[in-house]
Nanobody, 124 residues
Framework: QVQLVESGGGWVQPGGSLRLSCAASGFTTSSYHIAWFRQVSGKEREEISCITESGSSTTVVDSGKGRFTISRDNAKRTVSLEMNNLQPEDTAIYYC?????????????????WGQGTQVTVSS
């Protein structure tokens, strides 16, 4: 069964950090680009970051630059999102997603395998 499972969410004070993890099963992640998205209830899903199958290239949206870092470990079939200096506006459900691709640069479109999400709450 093809599956992505997110973990690592929780509550953190403004300025704090969290590390989200996405564990894949049922497919060979070394042939897949992986991305992180987030969504606030009632709002459109927002792109955050992606990483190529080899991990050699990453893309981060402007709101995450300098704060969010994506990485992967294909041996463990996991992708992580390190988030620093979190602010209340980062509060959302965070999702990881995958698509089969070997392009040298990843983009944040057309992902077709999705996890169930993990809640991140930033408040004092």
């Amino acid at each position: 069964q093809v599956q992505l499972v997110e973990s690592g969410g929780g509550w953190v004070q403004p300025g704090g950090s969290l590390r989200l993890s996405c564990a894949a099963s049922g497919f060979t992640t070394s042939s897949y680009h992986i991305a992180w998205f987030r969504q606030v209830s009632g709002k459109e899903r927002e792109e955050i970051s992606c990483i190529t199958e080899s991990g050699s290239s990453t893309t981060v949206v402007d709101s995450g630059k300098g704060r969010f870092t994506i990485s992967r470990d294909n041996a463990k079939r996991t992708v992580s999102l390190e988030m620093n200096n979190l602010q209340p506006e980062d509060t959302a459900i965070y999702y990881c997603a995958a698509k089969n691709s070997t392009a040298s640069v990843c983009n944040l479109r057309q992902y077709n395998i999705w996890g169930q999400g993990t809640q991140v709450t930033v408040s004092s």
